[in-house]
């Protein structure tokens, strides 16, 4: 297998960059511009394999995406996606899969199949799949109840109260919420128990305000008129998930700082939590109108316990943070992290104790025990971008470091290595 060794930096002051764009802002607009009436312009979206997946299904429901200059011009579909008896692959694109999953059962024609890699088949999609034939969708799982790959067939939905629970994962709520404006009387949503992953669903919600649907958060849940998304102008922030690994550098490093000029330090993206988490281990954070944020530190972290609930996909990040931190880190409240590309929270912990350092599996998350001092190792990246990614930073500190296929990356930051070598120039 391919890998790619990472060595220390023994030198480090200062880091500009200009990061790609948001993966998870690019899925949703990506849906809601399908979906809507007209043409919209959508600048700057990542182009990486997760968003390709997703744009490249949508094209096979009748969706054009034109390239331009600075993005893609989307003609939309007015909310009626064309089920023409195609087989469509979605890799491991959880997000996207979900996504797509609903927005077929708005389809018109025969029947649409979706599938991906062997994880995104183990992935839990029952409690989608049980939500929308609630609503009359027509749902036929080929192989196993409950997972992919399906089958969807031309559905006449209806416009009832859907529950679901909180603590399920939140893109299945940011599923519903897409269709909710082409139900006939829209959608109403009842979250039983405390929502997990809050933020993603409020960053849905942002979108789809954008394209001029508005849903409505009530106390129990929400609520989505019946409507239209309008074609718009939308343009696509930096990633505040791929922000972390360069932000974190000081923190691991002990020293220095970073600038990413490109950051929205006032985001609704989950992951912009960072900043708040930086202060918190000791760091300075500095916000610039209108875009642009500086990390800078020196020493070694705290350690903290965090409660990362509504920002799991910073749990690498984090872990290798608390690696090096003083004491003993403690990351909690993600038990979905382990339905993620693969069982995040037992990778994460395998791969840690190969550098030595003392680790405590959790339900929800990971104990970890700070160090100076580190093993050389090689590094299994399990096919998980977040992993290959996280390691590649601390290896700046641990290393040096194997990091095994290192294209994983692909995933969600095509361009990662690239950015990443402009750490040692």
């Given at each position: 297998m391919e890998s790619k060794i990472v060595y220390p930096l023994k030198d480090f002051q200062f880091l500009s960059l200009k990061l790609p764009s948001s993966k998870s802002l690019t899925q949703r607009a990506y849906i809601c511009s399908a979906l809507a009436r007209g043409e919209s312009l959508i600048i700057n979206p990542l182009k990486s394999e997760d968003p390709e997946l997703l744009r490249g299904a949508l094209c096979e429901t009748g969706v054009i995406f034109e390239e331009k200059e600075r993005g893609y011009l989307v003609k939309g579909i007015s909310g009626e996606p064309r089920l023409n008896r195609s087989r469509v692959y979605l890799g491991n694109n959880g997000t996207g899969a979900r996504?797509?999953?609903?927005y077929a059962t708005l389809g018109k024609g025969d029947w649409i199949e979706l599938y991906g890699k062997e994880r995104l088949h183990e992935r839990p999609m029952s409690a989608l799949i049980s939500a929308l034939r609630s609503l009359s969708a027509k749902i036929e799982c080929l192989e196993r109840e409950g997972y992919f790959p399906v089958r969807i067939y031309e559905s006449l939905l209806i416009s009832q109260k859907v529950r679901l629970p909180g603590n399920i994962s939140s893109q299945f709520i940011s599923a519903l919420l897409l269709i909710g404006p082409y139900l006939p009387e829209g959608l109403e949503i009842e979250i039983e128990g405390e929502l997990f992953s809050k933020s993603y669903v409020e960053m849905t919600c942002e979108v789809m305000r954008h394209?001029?649907?508005?849903?409505?958060?009530?106390?129990?849940?929400?609520?989505?008129?019946?409507?239209?998304?309008?074609?718009?102008?939308?343009?696509?922030?930096?990633?505040?998930?791929?922000?972390?690994?360069?932000?974190?550098?000081?923190?691991?490093?002990?020293?220095?700082?970073?600038f990413i000029e490109n950051f929205d330090g006032r985001t609704k993206q989950a992951d912009s939590v960072f900043l708040d988490?930086?202060?918190?281990?000791?760091?300075?954070?500095?916000?610039?109108?209108?875009?642009?944020?500086?990390?800078?530190?020196?020493?070694?972290p705290k350690a903290l316990s965090l409660n990362i609930r509504d920002c799991p996909d910073l749990f690498p990040t984090l872990a290798i943070i608390g690696a090096v931190a003083e004491g003993r880190t403690v990351l909690y409240g993600a038990p979905h992290l382990r339905y993620k590309e693969t069982d995040r929270i037992k990778a994460v912990a395998r791969e840690l104790s190969k550098l030595g350092v003392e680790v405590e599996e959790i339900p929800d998350g990971l104990v970890i025990y700070g160090r100076h001092l580190f093993k050389p190792a090689r590094i299994e990246t399990y096919d998980d971008h977040r992993i290959a990614m996280a390691f590649a930073v601390l290896a700046l500190r641990a290393g040096p470091l194997e990091i095994e296929n290192p294209k994983c990356v692909a995933k969600s930051f095509p361009e990662f290595w690239e950015f990443f070598e402009r750490v040692y120039t």
């Open positions: 996504f797509f999953l609903s394209f001029g649907v508005n849903p409505e958060e009530g106390e129990g849940g929400y609520i989505v008129r019946k409507g239209f998304y309008e074609g718009k102008v939308y343009e696509v922030p930096a990633d505040a998930s791929s922000a972390s690994y360069f932000l974190a550098i000081p923190l691991v490093l002990g020293k220095g700082r970073v988490f930086v202060k918190e281990f000791g760091g300075e954070v500095k916000i610039f109108e209108p875009l642009g944020v500086e990390i800078s530190f020196e020493g070694r």
